[in-house]
């Protein structure tokens, strides 16, 4: 990864060889948001561990964790049910993320389900799930292709699981403490390239960084520190990393190295966002330029809106 000196972030961006920008790269970018609203999501979500906005609808799609059915439930954007699907075949061993992107056909909106959730660091592999996005659902939905990917160092827990602007796969590591006088580490950057996402039956992540995430925020406890989803902003320039506790906004730029929050400046490269307290805050999605949703875990999951208060003109 690229190194970055302080106040730079807004210059660099550099792209692996062969790959092009997918997402809109272009118009302002948010640096301050607030807290607008509060609604609920439907009943049977009740354990919201990921959530997307597609791409050619105002509408959510959602997963549920460990022990629950390999579903996908569709909500509008104030957390109304507009049903669900299965994924025919497939089976939920604990789906902890979801994620919206271009197709093969980057004309076309597909959805990826990451089964990427690891508790105890014993998988051998994660399986991530890859969904055409369609006007209409059946009931059983067959996948376009189904990975078996493992780490290049062994088992790694994880619930944030995103799309590049490169249309690459990402996953962000939850660092969890293993002995109490621990405290959460750096967030590890997992990534698996566009180009494989449809054509592979398995492969090997490559692990392209880490985020210093107890460096970024001021975490007052460790629950502040694991992250727990992440989402691009819809210009590709911003990178939203949630925590039980907080947002942490990065200006995102392929290539860059954010493994130092010391070497960058607040307010300027990054933004810290105190959340408003939720049981478990484990879902996060851009709906607009200027607006993002936070949802939480629970019998009756509350659905956040947060609204931005101030934009920059990005060149």
């Known amino acids: 990864m690229k190194k970055l000196s302080s106040g730079l972030l807004t210059l660099l961006f550099v792209l692996p060889a062969g790959q092009t920008v997918l997402a809109q790269t272009s118009g302002a970018t948010c640096t301050d948001w607030q807290w607008e609203s509060e609604t609920r999501l439907p009943g049977s979500i009740n354990e919201a561990s ?70 105890a660091y014993h998988r051998d592999s994660i399986q991530i799930h ?26 790694h827990n994880a619930e944030a699981m995103g799309i590049t602007p490169t249309g690459d796969l990402v996953i962000l590591s939850k660092e969890s403490k293993f002995f109490f006088w621990q405290s959460p580490g750096k967030a590890k950057v997992y990534r698996f390239s566009r180009q494989q996402l449809f054509t592979s039956a398995s492969g090997k992540l490559d692990l392209s960084g880490e985020i210093d995430i107890p460096g970024f925020l001021p975490a007052a406890s460790d629950d502040g520190l694991l992250v727990t989803d992440l989402a691009f902003h819809p210009n590709g320039k911003q990178l939203a990393i949630l925590t039980y506790e907080f947002i942490l906004l990065l200006n995102w730029h392929e290539g860059a190295d954010y493994s130092n929050a010391a070497g960058l400046k607040k307010d300027k490269d990054y933004w810290v966002i105190p959340i408003k307290k939720l049981k478990q805050a484990e879902s996060i999605t851009f709906i607009s330029p200027s607006e993002l949703l936070v949802s939480s875990e629970g019998k009756s999951p509350k659905l956040h809106k947060y609204s931005c208060v101030n934009q920059l003109e990005t060149r």
């Open 130 to 155: 890859v969904i055409g996005e369609k006007d209409q659902f059946e009931k059983d939905e067959d996948v376009l292709n189904s990975l078996n990917l493992v780490y290049p160092d062994g088992a």
């Open 50 to 119: 990921g959530m997307a906005k597609s791409r050619d609808h105002n509408r959510l799609f959602h997963v549920n964790d460990s022990g629950n059915s390999a579903s996908v439930f569709i909500t509008g954007l104030s957390g109304e049910s507009l049903g669900q699907f299965e994924l025919k075949a497939k089976e939920n061993n604990d789906y902890e993320a979801i994620a919206v992107g271009p197709c093969q056909d980057s004309s076309k909106s597909c959805i990826f389900v990451g089964d990427i959730g690891d508790n």
